[in-house]
């Protein structure tokens, strides 16, 4: 008898599904963040201020995604309507110690960062006498201290009461399959909270698809995917060298590995966005001899976010989708318009980098490279569709 398939167990990402993810630029405060926001979203926005608390309500702002695929299809399109993918990104007011137990605005601040999907954390790592620091000097790892120790107190917080709500769904006993579930997410509960209480955040841990479902609901704070930005002075960030950067650099490695750490200088991309134009701003890089770091902070978020793009063109519109990468054909429809996922008929595919090497779509589809695909499909990165679909019902 030939051997058994087996069966493979989708693995299921951490955090809400979706197309419209947001992330939160989080700190301790006077460490950059406003200042930060204001050079993502070229915008005035944010309220940066030499004071705790300046920002109370998080600012949010759409930031356009780089993408040379997309500047490529415009170019070779020439579209009368040109819409980038975007990325919603929110400026979260400082954390201060204490946060977790409402010092401050600190409840707040933490309901904001549970709304967002991914953090970016900013690191002050920059000396000036002007900006006065929360904890009275400059030392990024008691920082990091201070924000994972937050974020982690006010998880195992919501966790706690969270097992208690579940441990009063399986008092009631019996064998029915709806007691099971619950003592199953007891039982995961429960594993949440010890690898809590061992000083550990929910990303890091071992999940199985079933414990991910769990993890999701509860929209824990340490379960967010977390980008570093390590803030230089503009000094230290030309000569790439700064006396913190070893030890942030450990921090990370053994208190949460893997996650990407970026060098940015905050004050340098401020005065970046103070060019009229974008070419006296290249020329400025130039110069200087260092690249502003905004695109690849807003590359490396999607990358977290596990999000991927689509392309829809023409001689109307170029357009770019955003989807999370793994996505089928009828979801990724869904992105361009609800009725188009209900309504799939099939999906007429060829990648980018095909139509680049071969140069229009009539060669693309003179070697046959077009593809015509059904429900099944999972859309790949840089795949330029057109939707078939029925008409929808009234």
């Known amino acids: 008898m030939p051997p058994k398939k087996q069966v493979q167990e989708e693995k299921i990402l951490l955090g809400r599904p979706g197309n419209n993810l947001k992330s939160g630029i989080v700190g301790l405060a006077n460490v950059g963040k406003s200042t930060l926001f204001q050079a993502i979203t070229k915008s005035n926005l944010g309220n940066p201020a030499n004071f705790p608390y300046a920002t109370i309500d998080p600012e949010e702002a759409r930031v356009i995604v780089p993408d040379e695929r997309f500047d490529w299809l415009c170019e070779k399109f020439k579209p009368k309507s040109k819409v980038p993918a975007n990325l919603t990104v929110y400026d979260i007011a400082g954390l201060t110690r204490g946060a977790s137990t409402g010092a401050g605005l600190g409840n707040a601040f933490l309901s904001h960062i549970r709304a967002v999907d991914a953090i970016f954390q900013v690191v002050r790592c920059f000396d000036d006498a002007e900006i006065i620091h ?10 990091l201290e201070i924000i994972a120790d ?22 009631v006993g019996g064998q029915s399959l709806e007691v099971k579930k619950a003592r199953e997410e007891e039982a995961t509960i429960e594993k949440i909270l010890a690898l809590l209480n061992e000083g550990k955040d929910v990303r890091k841990g071992d999940w199985s698809p079933k414990e991910v479902e769990v993890i999701n609901s509860l929209l824990l704070l340490t379960a967010k995917p977390v980008v570093y930005l390590v803030n230089l002075s503009e000094r230290d960030f030309i000569r790439k060298k700064n006396k913190h950067l070893p030890k942030v650099a450990e921090w990370i490695a053994t208190h949460a590995k893997g996650d990407p750490v970026i060098p940015i200088s905050v004050s340098y991309e401020e005065r970046l966005t103070q060019f009229e134009t974008e070419e006296e701003s290249l020329e400025e890089q130039k110069r200087v001899g260092a690249n502003s ?6 590359v490396t978020m999607r990358k977290v976010l596990n999000l991927g793009s689509f392309f829809t063109v023409g ?15 009828p979801q990724a429809a869904g992105v361009i318009h609800t009725d188009f996922e209900k309504t799939f008929i099939q999906a007429i595919v060829y990648n980018f980098t095909v139509l680049k090497e071969l140069g229009d779509e009539a060669e693309v589809k003179a070697k046959g490279k077009v593809m ?11 795949d330029i569709l057109l939707i078939k679909a029925g008409a929808a019902k009234g």
Do not use: M
């Open 134 to 143: 929360v904890e009275g000097d400059v030392n990024p790892t008691r920082d």
């Open 150 to 171: 937050e974020l982690r107190l006010k998880d195992i917080e919501f966790v706690e009461k969270a097992l208690e709500n579940q441990k009063r769904k399986t008092r």
């Open 293 to 298: 770091c905004i695109p690849k902070l807003i």
């Open 315 to 329: 001689s109307d519109e170029v357009r770019q989708w955003t989807i999370r990468n793994g996505t089928k054909a």
């Open 372 to 382: 015509t695909k059904g429900k099944d499909y999972v859309v790949e990165d840089g």
